[in-house]
């Protein structure tokens, strides 16, 4: 056999041996690809039920929000569901209303999405999600009635879309009870509230975006 054969038969092996190598550390990559259901599908299906109660500013005044919210959870980790809240902020004096005390009253609500991490762990974090649609409206305060004086009680009132995701801290109190400890952010479409006597602006188009914060407590199989 001449030099030029064994050269060739060389190099043959060695290109065989690197295709060999890399087509091992390809199926080793694929036998160690992780996703979000786990490499058996779905192996566990749970469900909770939850209340909120939390706290926000909307066009600078105290606000209390109450929520709801019902998930299916999957493999321990990811909540889908339906999620409402209701907001009411405090009443202030509007001159242009005869001095009486108006406030924004409203709720939003729609799909509700979850991502928990190390759901195991007694301590851990969570990132909820919901998106939908709401309506808001610029009302007399119930301390203002007169009466049976409801003459200006709605002023004026409008629909939104929502989009609001946050992150909580989430500890397991019991196996079938966890508390929550979170902050979103509500970002929604622009609002347009005036008078009806003359059309002036009430309030500013983006005044229901902004922060809050509150407690959740979820009972459950998680």
């Known amino acids: 056999m001449n030099n030029s054969k064994i050269k060739i038969m060389k190099r043959t092996t060695i290109t065989l041996c690197l295709l060999l190598l890399?087509?091992?550390?390809?199926?080793?990559?694929?036998?160690?690809?992780k996703t979000l259901?786990?490499?058996?599908?779905?192996?566990?299906?749970?469900?909770?039920?939850?209340?909120?109660?939390?706290?926000?500013?909307?066009?600078?005044?105290?606000?209390?929000?109450?929520?709801?919210?019902g998930a299916w959870l999957i493999n321990h980790k990811i909540g889908i569901g339906l999620a409402g809240t209701g907001f009411l902020t405090e009443g202030k004096v509007d001159t242009q209303l005869n001095g009486d005390r108006y406030q924004l009253e409203g709720g939003y609500g729609g799909l509700f999405l979850e991502y928990i991490v190390n759901p195991n762990s007694p301590i851990h974090l969570s990132f909820p999600l919901t998106i939908g649609a709401g309506g808001v409206s610029y009302t007399e305060s119930y301390n203002s009635f007169r009466g049976n004086d409801f003459d200006h009680f709605g002023e004026d009132d409008e629909a939104f879309f929502v989009?609001?995701?946050?992150?909580?801290?989430?500890?397991?109190?019991?196996?079938?009870?966890?508390?929550a400890f979170g902050v979103s952010y509500r970002y929604t479409s622009d609002v347009s509230l005036n008078y009806v006597s003359n059309n002036q602006t009430i309030v500013s188009k983006d005044v229901l975006n902004g922060f809050s914060g509150g407690i959740t407590l979820k009972f459950g199989k998680f």
């Open 22 to 33: 890399a087509t091992c550390a390809f199926a080793q990559e694929e036998e160690e690809m």
């Open 163 to 179: 989009i609001e995701p946050g992150v909580e801290l989430e500890l397991n109190l019991l196996k079938f009870m966890r508390m």
């Open 37 to 69: 259901f786990g490499n058996n599908g779905i192996t566990s299906h749970g469900g909770y039920g939850g209340i909120t109660t939390s706290y926000t500013n909307i066009d600078n005044r105290d606000a209390i929000m109450i929520g709801a919210r």
